[in-house]
C-alpha cells in the first residue's frame, strides 16, 4: 500500500458511488475497503484542522496501491460523490490509519474489489447504458413488483430519473430499487 484513501459521504449510495468510480478509473485497492465511524475520523482529523462542518454518516479507509501523486492523476476528472481525502506514507496521520485497517470491519461494496467485479460479471447478463434510451418510453420494475410506465429523462451510475406516464410526480430510482427496465420498440419523444 502506497497511499490511503479515506472517503467520506452524507448517505451509503454516495459512497458506493465513490468508491466504483475510482475503481473504475484505474485506481487499485489492496483489500476491501474498510468501515470506519465517521465521528472517530472527525476526531482525528481535527488535530491538523482538516474537520468539515459537514456531519458525515458514512465513513472507509480505502488502502490504495498506487503511489498518491499516481492515484492523484487518475481521480481528477471522476466525478465524486463524496469527500475524498488521499495521504501518503509521509503524512503525519498515515500509520495511525494504516494500524485501523487491520481490526476495522470490511464494507460490503459491490464492484469495488476485483474479485467481487468477476464474480458479478460471471452472474450478470449484459449491460446496457440506458443513457442513450433517456426521452424514450420505458417500463420500469420496482424490486417490489410494481411496475411504472412511463419516459426515462436521465440515467447515471447511481440511478434512473423516471416521469411516470400517469401525469403523477417524477420518481428518481436508484439501482438498489429497480428489478428491470423494459424499453419498448417505439420511436424517441421530444
Request: aromatic share 8%; hydrophobic share 40%.
Amino acid at each position: 500500500m502506497k497511499s490511503l484513501a479515506i472517503v467520506r459521504a452524507t448517505d451509503i449510495l454516495k459512497l458506493k458511488s465513490t468508491l466504483i468510480e475510482m475503481h473504475r478509473a484505474g485506481l487499485e485497492f489492496e483489500c476491501q475497503p474498510k468501515e470506519i465511524n465517521p465521528a472517530s475520523v472527525e476526531k482525528i482529523l481535527s488535530k491538523e484542522s482538516r474537520i468539515s462542518d459537514r456531519k458525515y454518516e458514512f465513513c472507509a479507509l480505502v488502502p490504495v496501491i498506487q503511489d498518491n501523486e499516481t492515484s492523484l492523476g487518475k481521480i481528477k476528472g471522476v466525478p465524486l460523490y463524496s469527500d475524498l481525502l488521499l495521504m501518503d506514507a509521509s503524512h503525519e496521520l498515515f500509520e495511525s490509519f494504516v494500524r485501523l485497517i487491520k481490526v476495522l470491519p470490511d464494507l460490503d461494496i459491490p464492484l469495488v474489489h476485483k474479485d467481487a467485479a468477476k464474480q458479478i460479471e460471471k452472474k450478470a447478463g449484459t449491460s446496457v447504458y440506458l443513457g442513450v434510451f433517456v426521452n424514450r418510453r420505458v417500463q420500469v420494475q420496482s424490486s417490489s413488483g410494481t411496475m411504472y410506465t412511463g419516459i426515462l429523462r436521465h440515467a447515471d451510475s447511481i440511478g434512473v430519473f423516471f416521469e411516470p406516464s400517469d401525469g403523477s410526480s417524477p420518481i428518481f430510482f436508484t439501482w438498489h430499487d429497480i428489478k428491470k427496465v423494459i424499453i419498448p420498440k417505439e420511436e424517441k419523444i421530444d
